[in-house]
């Protein structure tokens, strides 16, 4: 008889229960509240007029990296997916950890940065009544947020696609506003358009495209919940397309509105520029952009330490971290079926972030790391597609992109980088 201690040891995994338009709201919840709540003032200062071409040039940069993930999900439908997909194209545990590790930081960066915008949102909402420092509100919030993101992944990310709705609500008010007073909102669309080469105005343009891009940071983030999601296989690829598409359509419409109504020195220079654009085109309550502001950027950092955690679990539970730390940080609660150790780590980091660096210097980190992730991981489908060239077997059917698309995603990511800093 096998003596107990040499048995093999079953831990608790991961459960499926996630639909495609549970995933498609995550999605969009990370992506929403991430961006066009907390930064399209930022990106309007360095755009002017021009922002939503910048936005319009991000998803660009995005869709190529899309791409590439959607077919590496497709292969690898795990936690820790980039780790998994440098490990698979270089057969390197150490840059899968060096990625896994990234995206992490990514993430966490993330997390910090909007939770500067959600206590700055929630301190305009709820004063007088609540007088907190800038500092001790966003420590609430992530502890709040921490506490959500233990319960189980069903309820918070439900949690978090209400929260989604919601805020969905508020931008699609302004398109309504918007559209209804502007009636020649068409007709005045050539206007976000740049009609030279200036290099002034286009070296404005790809700087916004650094922050835009930001706000389009979420898709990669979906990868990592893959192994909590039914049929993976067919519900990934579709959920990373329609949440792009969707963000990209919202993006454009909400941020063309907004300087075609709001004067761009006041819309860069506002903490709540959606409250400056909401009460500029619609008759509501300004109250009212501000709630759904906050519930935005809190649904943000649920899903960002979601991801977090999850990246952080994977690279324990598939061996990149091993020993103590791995085992301890790669628990999975039997009770809630989450990995309750490494979300807790998670925001911990995530608060002392917060509390030490600025919002737009934390938003161009993010934007960069995620950047060269993007890089590494089109390169690495690069190198998997070289070598199963050779193969008498081809690979299993599924989603399947063309060489040239982790090309161009390799290329555009880099441009970025070097001209958007």
Not at 73 to 82: I, K, L, N, Q
Not at 149 to 173: D, K, R
Not at 400 to 417: D, E, K, N, Q
């Amino acid at each position: 008889m096998t003596p107990p201690d040499l048995l093999p040891v079953t831990r608790p995994k991961l459960r499926r229960r996630l639909s495609l338009t549970l995933v498609i709201l995550y999605g969009l919840g990370v992506t929403i509240g991430a961006g066009i709540y907390v930064l399209i003032g930022a990106t309007a200062g360095r755009a002017g007029i021009h922002a939503p071409v910048a936005f319009v040039l991000a998803a660009v940069v995005m869709g190529f990296s899309a791409a590439t993930f959607c077919e590496f999900v497709v292969r690898f439908p795990v936690s820790a997916g980039e780790a998994a997909y440098v490990r698979a194209g270089f057969g390197s545990q150490s840059v899968a950890l060096l990625v896994g590790m990234a995206v992490m930081v990514g993430g966490v960066v993330s997390s910090a940065t909007i939770s500067l915008g959600a206590a700055g949102y929630i301190g305009a909402f709820l004063y007088p009544i609540v007088t907190m420092e800038r500092s001790t509100l966003t420590v609430v919030v992530i502890v709040v947020v921490a506490a959500v993101a233990c319960v189980g992944i069903l309820e918070s990310v439900a949690f978090a696609g209400l929260m989604t709705l919601i805020e969905m609500g508020g931008l699609l008010a302004i398109i309504v506003g918007g559209v209804v007073g502007t009636p020649d909102l068409l007709a005045r669309l050539p206007e976000v358009v740049p009609t030279s080469f200036d290099t002034i105005v286009w070296s404005g343009i790809i700087g916004a495209t650094l922050l835009a891009f930001f706000a389009f940071i979420g898709f990669e983030d979906m990868v990592n919940v893959a192994e909590e999601v039914r049929e993976p296989e067919r519900t990934m690829p579709r959920a990373i397309f329609i949440t792009l598409g969707l963000a990209t359509l919202l993006y454009f419409l909400v941020t063309t509105i907004a300087v075609l109504n709001v004067p761009i020195a006041e819309l860069g220079g506002s903490a709540a520029p959606l409250g400056l654009v909401f009460g500029a085109v619609t008759s509501l309550p300004p109250a009212l952009i501000a709630a759904i502001a906050t519930i935005a950027t809190v649904n943000g950092i649920i899903i960002q330490v979601i991801m977090a955690s999850r990246v952080l679990f994977g690279l324990c539970d598939q061996g990149t971290i091993r020993g103590a730390v791995g085992r301890f940080l790669g628990q999975v609660n039997s009770r809630t079926g989450t990995p309750v150790v490494a979300t807790l780590a998670i925001a911990i980091v995530v608060g002392v972030l917060a509390v030490s660096f600025p919002i737009e210097r934390l938003a161009d980190a993010t934007s960069q790391i995620i950047l060269v992730i993007f890089i590494v991981v089109n390169l690495a489908l690069i190198a998997l597609k070289l070598r199963e060239r050779g193969q008498l077997q081809p690979p299993n059917p599924g989603f399947r992109v063309p060489l040239w698309v982790p090309f161009a995603g390799a290329v555009l990511s880099l441009a970025l980088i070097v001209f958007g800093g």
